[in-house]
């Protein structure tokens, strides 16, 4: 694909402004880092970082039945979030193989905003129309009515607080209220993908530049840099966070990711995939698959997705991430390994690092959990 | 960025110093520092190796990728930067000073290595 054909945020223009190195990310032309991943990984977990994350997919669902089409379609039960708060849910296949993560807003009573990832927002987009025949819902196209800018780090409700009248503090982890921040409109968001307390601002694209300015200012004496998303999978990886396409595929249920946890089977109604997530379920309990584990390094080489995890000369699992973690100052993974090896201080246990056995220690996720 | 004049370059992103003795000093380039990030992890051949011009020789590894490392030159590796295998950020902060990986005695070299002007136009830099 050539870089013509990638589509740009509201932001472009900023990003290369601030010499941002740009990557090719499920077909946007994303910042990957502005200076040093690391610096930003560390503002974010000591300070405050800003990141532009336009390319994530809205979709809106709105009518009498937007309640009952969502718990028919997706494996949560979203007819029981109140309006204002949020919840992290799952679409899935009728075979169980998982669709999508997403996190799902209840904005009005019969007014749902569903946010999937950038890769899959077509892919769920076309189920949930599928799957909205015969409820009194509609399901519409938002990707391109929004913007979404996010402030994570420990100073970012002094930082947004700065900027707007909204009540921060009745703001609860998973809650999104409609406010003015920097004198525009902005679903105000208090979620995030860095293990850090943070917020996320939907804006009208037009809106986007003036934001990140006024963040900018308000920011600029607590430490808040602008972060790529080379720093945000780092962070997600130390707060042992899923991420689509590495520990998520649809050749996986909920159940097989360690997550079955987001399906209510005990909600109202069918629900697509509900018969095949039954079997998952009772397969998990009784001969469970592989088991998703947190693998920390004795050495210093990085393992990366896709490289297998080895015991006793066996190969017993496979990486889906890894990466340098700054926190931990060593590299860590998430792999799905045999179960016989999955406790946490399980010996013997390695990566073949192109063809290099190298030891890991393997541990509970997640890796980094933040003091509160 | 400013690639020195009085070195020389490879395609692969390789600088090399004019020789002392035989003796020729090896790095990567600013440009090749910038583009793999921070680099968290070098492994740079032993003294007494022997290395082949345009062959691997090592890897860098940084926060999203591992990368090869190669020789700009063929012959015998005299020592290595012990400072950038405890620190490799130093390729990143310092990559034609500190950040210098090993010095090699040149037994051939190819007739291809770059000018710093050369070498700035093939890299866009």
């Excluded at chain 1, 962070?235 to 050749?251: C, D, F, H, K, V």
């Excluded at chain 1, 393997?362 to 509160?372: E, G, I, S, T």
């Excluded at chain 2, 620190?87 to 950040?99: I, K, Q, R, Y």
């Amino acid at each position: 694909m050539s870089s013509t054909e990638l589509r740009r945020t509201a932001l472009d223009a900023t990003h290369r402004a601030l010499g941002a190195t740009m990557t090719d990310f499920a077909g946007w032309d994303m910042p990957l880092r502005y200076g040093s991943e690391r610096e930003e990984h560390v503002a974010v977990r000591t300070r405050a970082g800003l990141f532009d994350l336009s390319h994530m997919g809205e979709i809106t669902v709105t009518g009498p039945q937007a309640a009952e089409l969502l718990n028919f379609a997706l494996v949560g039960n979203i007819g029981t979030v109140k309006p204002g708060r949020a919840r992290y849910t799952m679409i899935c296949r009728e075979d169980g193989g998982i669709l999508d993560d997403l996190i799902v807003y209840r904005l009005e009573e019969a007014e749902y905003m569903v946010v999937a990832n950038a890769s899959n927002a077509q892919v769920v987009l076309d189920a949930l129309t599928e799957r909205a025949a015969g409820f009194d819902a509609e399901v519409r196209d938002d990707r391109d009515a929004y913007a979404l800018l996010a402030v994570q780090g420990p100073e970012s409700p002094g930082i947004l607080a700065s900027l707007t009248d909204a009540d921060l503090d009745g703001l609860k982890y998973y809650a999104g209220l409609p406010g003015t921040v920097a004198g525009v409109p902005a679903l105000i968001a208090r979620t995030g993908y860095t293990g850090e307390d943070g917020f996320e601002l939907f804006v009208k694209p037009e809106h986007a530049v003036g934001l990140w300015q006024a963040l900018t200012g308000a920011g600029e004496a607590a430490g808040l840099i602008p972060c790529g998303l080379s720093c945000r999978d780092t962070l997600r990886l130390e707060a042992g966070m899923p991420l689509y396409g590495n520990e998520l595929s649809t050749a996986l249920t909920p159940f097989d990711a360690g997550l079955g946890r987001v399906v209510k089977f005990e909600k109202e109604g069918d629900f697509v995939g509900r018969a095949a997530l039954t079997e998952a379920a009772e397969r998990a309990a009784s001969r469970p698959p592989r088991v998703l584990v947190g693998l920390v390094a004795e050495g210093r080489r990085v393992p990366r997705s896709g490289y297998r995890v080895v015991a006793g000369g066996e190969v017993i699992g496979e990486v889906t991430s890894g990466a340098p973690s700054p926190t931990l100052g060593r590299p860590i993974a998430m792999a799905y390994v045999d179960p016989a090896h999955a406790a946490p201080g399980t010996e013997g246990v390695g990566v073949d690092i192109r063809g290099s056995h190298e030891p890991y220690e393997v541990v509970a996720l997640p890796f980094y959990k933040r003091q509160k | 960025m400013s690639n020195p004049q009085q070195l020389r370059y490879s395609k692969e992103h390789e600088w090399l110093s004019g020789a002392e003795d035989g003796v020729s000093t090896v790095g990567i380039t600013e440009h090749a520092a910038n583009a793999l990030g921070d680099v968290v992890f070098v492994q740079l051949p032993e003294v007494g190796d022997s290395v082949t011009a345009g062959e691997t020789c090592g890897e860098l590894e940084s926060t999203k990728s591992v990368s090869d490392l190669y020789s700009p030159v063929s012959g015998e590796i005299t020592e290595v930067n012990e400072d950038v295998v405890n620190d490799p950020s130093l390729v990143n902060s310092a990559p034609f000073e500190g950040g210098w990986l090993f010095k090699v005695r040149i037994t051939d070299e190819p007739a291809d290595l770059l000018s710093a002007d050369e070498y700035t136009a093939f890299a866009g830099a």
